[in-house]
């Protein structure tokens, strides 16, 4: 048990395996959650520009030093009280310019929620229609301030949203890429593995039954097998996920029903060895049934070699998944690495040069799926020591 | 050549068809949200959904469907896309060219760059040379395809701006035909560097394991002492032995070929059979969809029915065997 722990992708798995279980119980909010601006550059990145800051506006004025260059979203929010006879003027102060947000007059409440990239907004502050109105409002470094007159009291709240936000950036829609990484780290394991599991099952259940039986039972799911491995699985996979529904656990489903010919054909060729030995003649000699001889023998015989072949045969069902979800063949809702290189390649990352959101997710699929094809590796060396050192030939 | 064996692996051929035959048609129309209730909006009237059943022949019982359906298969009559409004047929035949293109270019420049890679790797054992082949071929063959992709086009086509973004021609189209030729090539340059970059790794470690056992046989010692040149030694002796083992891996790529044109026709957005199957599937154009699978089937028999023919071709024991009969 502990040499299992000193192999480095066994510890590697625990580890991303725990990560993606737990951490999103301590992650605020929900993944699909938009915290910051569209394809905001990750925090470490460029320290130029300027991250996310809020601003709660108290006793109607607020100042700041503003020393990057604008942000991304200039927006403001809350609400005003004032005499309904009395005028409230809401400022916004630059070094150059200033500009008169709102006049607002004949109300006792007034509820303010303005977003710089509104049309309205920039018609109301002559700024021209087409082009950022936050390249206007934060013209150069300097002190800027907001100013509420005429108000009893107001409670108003300055969001500037930056170019920079959360660990890894952001997507399209605003949304953490940090957060959707982990989240997809679930669907990945939990996709990899269930249908490995499943389709191991199926093989083993076929092998079983061609090895032992043999004559027609045999021949039928061999050539079955042989079909199955000559047509391409990914345009089946396509149409099935098509009409089937797109679903994490018809995903699973649909996975295993087109992966487990591989471990058909090792059950079999190793039943056919087995059946032939002398220990399983000495059994059938003292009488024993022929299920029991399977339940009891052949099955424990083959558990090294399928504990291998599930290993080996996880990275095979994550690419899978992750393709169909990168043709944009998943369910919208559930959060995959797929469907961020899906949503990376659609909706305009490759404009905006994100190349955050496209490795994050990337190399995590890589990661995975060397981490299991090692774990394989060793699982396979250690029922066949030969493998070990047969390495280099 | 034998044709015992030959008309043994046209059989097989004929019962992949068949399989692929049965499998679209229950794919389609026995599946759980019966392909009616898939294809006519609720919302229309009641004649207008007797008017399509009886278009696309769903109002017949389903065995003589089966029969109506395999004749148009088999005749390439595949019926209006839903989407287009044009014969599914045309439209599939003016993509074909792409996804062939496309998968014989990267099949030919992968194989014969892993293939000679190998070959060098086995000459050179234990060197540096080597390690790196092995290296090499570990990395990129277990990479996964559409990532590779995706950052070559982010690298080469946005940071680099050598390759166009997406498409298989520019647009507009240039005019005179020898530019439409360039511009092709331009474009499907990529697609096929990035498919070339993934495969030769699995074929070189698959070369070099095989070369290495071959040099190391009594033929090959014999035929070094005999004085003959190392090229002859190489290509004349070792790599014809290999060459029949090499076939067997090339027949058994091709479905893996297929689905790696789909997805890369999908990164690059290519105007071929792929691509096709992505927008029909996931715009429920069951007749489109249903005849982009079957065609792509159709290309797998074939090429696999074709590396046979190559593999009977080059395995002496089978040509042989039909000389004695």
């Not at chain 1, 303010?112 to 390249?135: E, Y």
């Not at chain 1, 930056?162 to 660990?167: A, F, N, P």
């Not at chain 2, 008017?51 to 696309?56: C, F, M, V």
């Not at chain 2, 498919?195 to 394991?209: C, D, E, I, K, S």
């Amino acid at each position: 048990m502990m040499a299992l722990l000193k192999r480095k992708s066994i510890i590697s798995f625990i580890i991303i395996a725990l990560v993606g279980a737990f951490l999103p119980f301590f992650l605020e909010g929900h993944p699909s959650d938009s915290v910051g601006a569209p394809f905001a550059r990750p925090i470490f990145w460029n320290l130029k520009l300027p991250a996310s800051t809020y601003f709660d506006i108290t006793e109607n004025k607020l100042e700041f030093e503003w020393k990057k260059f604008p942000p991304a979203i200039f927006s403001l929010a809350g609400k005003i009280e004032a005499e309904p006879d009395k005028t409230v003027v809401i400022s916004w102060n630059t070094p150059q310019k200033s500009y008169v947000l709102a006049e607002l007059t004949g109300q006792e409440f007034y509820w303010i929620n303005m977003d710089g990239r509104d049309m309205i907004f920039k018609q109301a502050l002559d700024l021209p229609l087409i082009g950022k109105s936050v390249d206007h409002l934060f013209p150069e470094k300097g002190k800027y301030s907001i100013t509420v007159e005429g108000a009893t009291f107001s409670e108003l709240k300055l969001s500037l949203p930056g170019k920079r936000q959360g660990l890894l950036g952001t997507d399209q829609r605003g949304r953490d890429v940090f957060r959707l990484l982990i989240y997809g780290i679930r669907t990945s394991l939990l996709v990899g593995i269930s249908a490995t599991i499943i389709a191991t099952v199926l093989g083993l259940g076929f092998g079983l039954l061609a090895g032992y039986s043999g004559g027609l039972i045999d021949s039928l799911i061999m050539r079955t097998v042989d079909i199955l491995l000559s047509i391409p699985t990914l345009p089946i996979l396509m149409v099935l996920a098509g009409i089937w529904g797109k679903g994490l656990w018809q995903l699973v489903l649909i996975l295993s029903i087109f992966s487990w010919m591989g471990t058909a054909r090792s059950v079999r060729s190793l039943i056919l060895t087995v059946r032939e030995s002398a220990w399983v003649e000495g059994l059938k000699a003292l009488g024993a049934k022929k299920s029991y001889i399977l339940r009891r023998h052949l099955i424990s015989e083959t558990a090294p070699i399928l504990l291998a072949n599930i290993a080996l045969g996880v990275p095979g069902a994550i690419l899978s998944e992750a393709s169909l979800a990168f043709l944009g063949l998943s369910d919208p809702r559930l959060i995959s690495w797929g469907r961020m290189l899906h949503e990376a390649h659609s909706f305009g990352a490759f404009t905006e040069g994100a190349w955050w959101l496209l490795l994050p997710p990337g190399i995590g699929i890589v990661i995975l799926c060397l981490i299991f094809m090692d774990i394989g590796r060793y699982l396979e060396e250690l029922i066949d020591p030969r493998l070990g050192s047969d390495k280099n030939v | 050549m034998s044709s015992k064996w030959f008309l043994r692996r046209l059989f097989s051929s004929i019962a992949v068809l068949a399989a692929v035959l049965v499998l679209n048609f229950l794919l389609f129309r026995v599946m759980p949200g019966d392909a009616v209730s898939t294809i006519i909006d609720p919302s229309f009237s009641p004649e207008a959904k007797e008017l399509l059943r009886e278009l696309y022949g769903l109002d017949k019982p389903l065995k003589e469907q089966f029969f109506i359906y395999i004749k148009q298969m088999l005749t390439f009559k595949f019926g209006l896309s839903f989407l287009s409004r044009r014969p599914v047929w045309e439209e599939l035949l003016s993509r074909l060219p792409s996804t062939l293109i496309l998968m014989s270019l990267s099949m030919f420049f992968s194989s014969v760059l892993g293939i000679w890679l190998g070959i060098k790797a086995a000459l050179n054992r234990g060197k540096k040379l080597e390690k790196l082949v092995l290296r090499l071929g570990a990395i990129t063959a277990s990479f996964p395809g559409f990532f590779v992709q995706l950052v070559l086009l982010m690298l080469l086509a946005r940071t680099f701006p050598l390759f166009p973004l997406r498409g298989s021609l520019s647009v507009p189209p240039p005019t005179e035909a020898t530019a439409i030729v360039i511009d092709y090539i331009w474009h499907m340059a990529l697609p096929v560097i990035s498919l070339t970059l993934m495969g030769f790794g699995g074929w070189a470690l698959y070369v070099r394991n095989l070369m290495v056992r071959v040099l190391g046989e009594d033929y090959v010692l014999m035929a070094r002492a005999r004085g003959l040149s190392e090229k002859r030694v190489v290509y004349g002796h070792s790599f014809r032995t290999i060459l029949p083992p090499i076939l067997t891996i090339l027949l058994m790529s091709v479905p893996g070929l297929v689905s790696g044109a789909v997805i890369t026709e999908s990164v690059f957005s290519l105007y071929g059979i792929g691509t096709f199957l992505l927008e029909a599937v996931s715009g429920h154009d069951y007749p489109s969809a249903g005849a982009a699978f079957y065609l792509l089937a159709l290309i797998t028999i074939i090429s696999n029915l074709f590396a046979d023919i190559i593999y009977g071709l080059a395995d002496p024991r089978v040509r042989i065997e039909g000389k004695n009969q």
